[in-house]
């Protein structure tokens, strides 16, 4: 069975019925490793790569300086690479986002300075000449940049990650159960959306307080759904974990949930492929990995949602 042809699954309510789940469970993971495979090999997703390839991966102090200058960029390139690269054109009055492009120039052996610097430095190596020195990171300047909100011309191949179907009671019934799995959760306005291009977020506050999940409206409600459950994953699998480096297992496990649990209530979530691809391009079999905790998460929402709808 694929997602794109799935229907709502249920299970006896009987002393197997884990077992059952966990079993049809572990199915759909296969599912999905496959899917992101196969993803991963799509002319889509190759065009995709192709325009990341242009933006670069910024260190942690550009990161901050980009995000205190524009609180919601999400891709920044130079002027003339946004002409040049991508058939867009930065618009009249917009103003340029500063940060520090490394200098790259033919350095010193032994100083590690370029050669006008060498030569005014106390520095006395001199067994080789500057002209067969290699080039080396020697400093850096200010450059502007400009984030795509910036710009206006040709659209960037996007992927097609969202989730269809019809989604029922499904977003009523999550919300209702947010008390239950222990979350906070807001809908919010296009309008009044402050996180960018996020559809959603889970914000980890005191130990006293729940986390605070945010999504971001839309008429998609399947994919509302599956968006919020993403971020209850989030909330109740990586409330305790600060790692940076860690990040795309995260949201591996997040989207592996939402995947799950949408396709448990008859959604198409075969979208949540290029969202993982995206991610871990060269590393699906991960997901096989973290299948216990991706499993256990989607169960407890599942349980949750199930019931507040058999409730009703």
């Not at 390839?53 to 300086?65: C, G, I, M, P, Q």
């Not at 000449?129 to 502007?144: M, N």
């Not at 009523?172 to 291009?197: F, K, N, R, T, Y």
Request: hydrophobic share 35%; aromatic share 8%; charged share 30%.
């Amino acid at each position: 069975m694929t997602t794109s042809d799935c229907r709502q699954v249920s299970f006896d309510d009987s002393d197997t019925r884990r077992d059952e789940m966990h079993s049809t469970m572990e199915a759909w993971v296969d599912n999905l490793v496959d899917e992101v495979d196969e993803a991963v090999s799509s002319e889509q997703f190759e065009e995709w790569l192709d325009v990341q390839s242009h933006f670069h991966d910024y260190f942690y102090r550009n990161t901050l300086l980009i995000t205190r200058q524009c609180l919601d960029a999400t891709r920044v390139a130079g002027y003339r690479t946004w002409q040049n690269e991508f058939d867009r054109h930065v618009k009249e009055g917009e103003s340029a986002i500063w940060i520090w492009a490394p200098i790259i120039a033919k350095q010193c052996p032994e100083c590690e300075n370029s050669p006008s610097y060498h030569d005014r430095s106390d520095c006395e190596y001199d067994e080789t000449s500057p002209k067969e020195w290699s080039k080396g990171l020697v400093g850096f300047r200010p450059a502007p940049v400009f984030d795509i909100s910036q710009t206006e011309g040709e659209p960037l191949p996007e992927l097609e990650t969202e989730a269809t179907g019809e989604a029922g009671k499904l977003v009523p019934a999550l919300l209702e159960g947010a008390s239950i799995l222990e979350v906070e959760v807001e809908i919010v306005s296009p309008v009044e959306w402050p996180h960018g291009d996020a559809r959603g977020v889970c914000q980890y506050r005191s130990p006293a307080e729940r986390p605070l999940i945010e999504v971001r409206d839309r008429e998609n409600s399947a994919d509302l759904a599956v968006t919020t459950v993403h971020e209850y994953a989030h909330a109740l699998l990586h409330s305790d974990i600060d790692d940076k480096t860690e990040r795309s297992k995260r949201e591996l496990e997040a989207e592996a949930v939402g995947y799950i649990v949408g396709r448990y209530f008859g959604l198409d979530t075969s979208g949540s492929a290029f969202y993982l691809a995206a991610w871990e391009s060269e590393e699906s079999a991960a997901i096989l990995d973290r299948l216990e905790r991706i499993s256990s998460t989607a169960a407890e929402i599942i349980d949750v949602v199930d019931e507040v709808i058999t409730d009703e």
